[in-house]
């Protein structure tokens, strides 16, 4: 071998040790890299925090309304109430009506006038096409649990747990004008008692089923004011 030969082939030589380091320094290089980017997701994910905190959300349709209002209190745009700010999810219809309110109940919206509730009321309210209350249950701060459904203009059926007055019952009323709340039928228990009562449109009872703890069930009938 010439000298010409063997400077070229230690220059060979030294070229692949050459590249062999520099294939060791680019996977060392990656594997650092790796290593970094692994602690930096690791130390994100740790530091994140476990709870979302946000004073609401609304939800829009594909033509941009809102149309589910989650806040306390959720924010108006978009809803026909401007007055009803309650810790609530709120479902609204196309037109911005409220169709369904779970949470805190506002004051309800009965013949286009709002009117004072009883008491603060937590619970699902449902209501019609033109955003006016017609029913739920609820549980109102003065101890009172209702399941109810209304008509148009005032209350239909309820359900009702008293804790006040200790009744429990079913009650449901005669359909009269605006205003003119007239109890047709009580069904219920308070302590020991138990009845079932039936009343006319001038609200006097014609009718009752009674029993008290282990007596025997009293029946009363009152016929018809004679003309």
């Not at 010409?4 to 060392?28: F, G, M, T, V, W």
């Not at 309304?65 to 978009?78: H, Q, S, V």
């Not at 955003?131 to 459904?149: H, K, P, T, Y």
Request: charged letters at 25%; zero cysteines.
């Amino acid at each position: 071998m010439t000298s010409n030969q063997a400077d070229l082939a230690s220059l060979q030589h030294r070229i692949d040790l050459l590249e062999k380091q520099l294939k060791r320094q680019r996977l060392l290089g990656i594997l650092g890299g790796l290593a970094l980017l692994a602690a930096a997701l690791s130390s994100f994910v740790a530091a994140r925090p476990p709870y979302l905190h946000v004073r609401g959300i609304t939800v829009e349709d594909a033509a941009g309304k809102a149309r589910i209002l989650i806040g306390a209190p959720a924010e108006t745009a978009g809803r026909r109430r401007k007055d009803a700010g309650t810790a609530s999810l709120v479902v609204l219809g196309p037109k911005g009506q409220d169709r369904l309110i779970l949470g805190e109940a506002p004051n309800p919206v009965l013949q286009g006038k709002v009117y004072p509730r009883i008491a603060a009321s937590y619970g699902l309210t449902i209501h019609d096409s033109t955003g006016q209350e017609r029913g739920g249950m609820s549980f109102l701060d003065n101890g009172r649990g209702v399941i109810a459904l209304d008509r148009h203009n005032q209350d239909a059926v309820e359900l009702i747990v008293n804790d006040k007055t200790g009744f429990a019952g079913l009650t449901m009323n005669y359909e009269r004008p605006f205003g003119q709340y007239k109890e047709a039928v009580r069904i219920g228990t308070k302590g020991t008692e138990v009845w079932w009562a039936l009343s006319d449109t001038a609200e006097t009872e014609r009718a009752s089923l009674y029993i008290r703890d282990a007596a025997a069930p009293k029946l009363s009938v009152v016929p018809a004011a004679r003309k």
